[in-house]
């Protein structure tokens, strides 16, 4: 791996583990293996160093967008909530300290608008596909405000439970807390075994070698 890889790398999974405003440059550098001369070789800035992992957020965000359901409602969402899941994993300290950090890389702040509305058009379009197989009792016409919510829940619940002062941390179980709290929005409107098949899923995850 490039040492410029290498220090993004590891300083996406130092922030993720500790916030981004506690890790130190001579930190990254020493948890990277090399002088701190060389880290600003690489990266002039922290918002330099940002700007890189921004890039990497958004390479993930646009396949994630790219999802649709096919011809199966219940285990496309499930494929839906894995993929976000895997997000919130691979990118905790965004989603979680945005407050704390104050800052944005250039393409998150140029993309987020684009991004939320392209998420609810997404999520929108999951549930609409629920309530085509009959699995979930909602009218069309309000399927977009229950997609907003369902979208406010998980894009703002990581920073929701920070606020708190609840356990956020790698291992907390922070971001499965989250995925059960947006099923809460409209399970008691889904048919009982698509409800118990999406628990399942997100126990499922629960029981995964990376805990999230």
């Known amino acids: 791996m490039r040492t410029r890889d290498r220090i993004v790398e590891t300083a996406l999974g130092l922030f993720n583990q500790q916030g981004y405003g506690a890790v130190t440059t001579s930190a990254l550098a020493q948890a990277c293996g090399i002088a701190e001369g060389n880290l600003w070789y690489h990266f002039k800035t922290r918002a330099a160093l940002l700007d890189a992992i921004g890039e990497q957020f958004a390479t993930a965000i646009e396949a994630r967008l790219a999802l649709r359901p096919g011809g199966d409602p219940v285990a496309d969402y499930v494929a839906l909530l894995d993929r976000v899941m895997e997000e919130f994993r691979q990118f905790r300290f965004l989603y979680r300290d945005q407050q704390a950090y104050g800052e944005e890389a250039a393409i998150i702040r140029a993309n987020a608008p684009r991004w939320l509305e392209s998420t609810f058009d997404q999520v929108e379009a999951y549930l609409a596909a629920l309530v085509d197989a009959r699995l979930l009792d909602w009218p069309r016409e309000r399927l977009r405000d229950l997609a907003i919510n369902a979208t406010i829940i998980l894009r703002y619940g990581l920073e ?53």
């Open 160 to 212: 929701h439970y920070r606020e708190l002062g609840a356990p956020i941390a790698e291992g907390s179980g922070a971001v499965r807390r989250t995925l059960r709290r947006h099923l809460t929005l409209f399970e008691h409107r889904l048919e009982p075994a698509a409800a118990g098949q999406l628990h399942a899923a997100i126990e499922r995850m629960e029981a995964e070698p990376l805990a999230a």
